[in-house]
């Protein structure tokens, strides 16, 4: 049982990983577009921005969610 504790916690923070990565991608591409030239490296056009922006927002804040979750059903509760 310990070890699906282990494997449960180590998912939700690949999960929240992934969700701060998806967040993190979308302020570069919305409103920081020199910093390493995000949009020219992914070929994005101005008009597809804020839509990019938003799916990697929602993608982002719903892995976070769903990683905070994982840890605290596996870890918490469980024990009761």
Known sequence: MRVKSVLASLV???QILIGVSAIIAAYLIYYNPSCFEVRTLLGLRGEYVAFFFLIL????????????????????AREG
């Open 57 to 76: 927002g929602v993608v982002g804040f719903f892995s976070i969610i769903s990683g905070i979750l994982v840890i605290y059903e596996w870890t918490f």
């Open 12 to 14: 939700g923070l690949l």
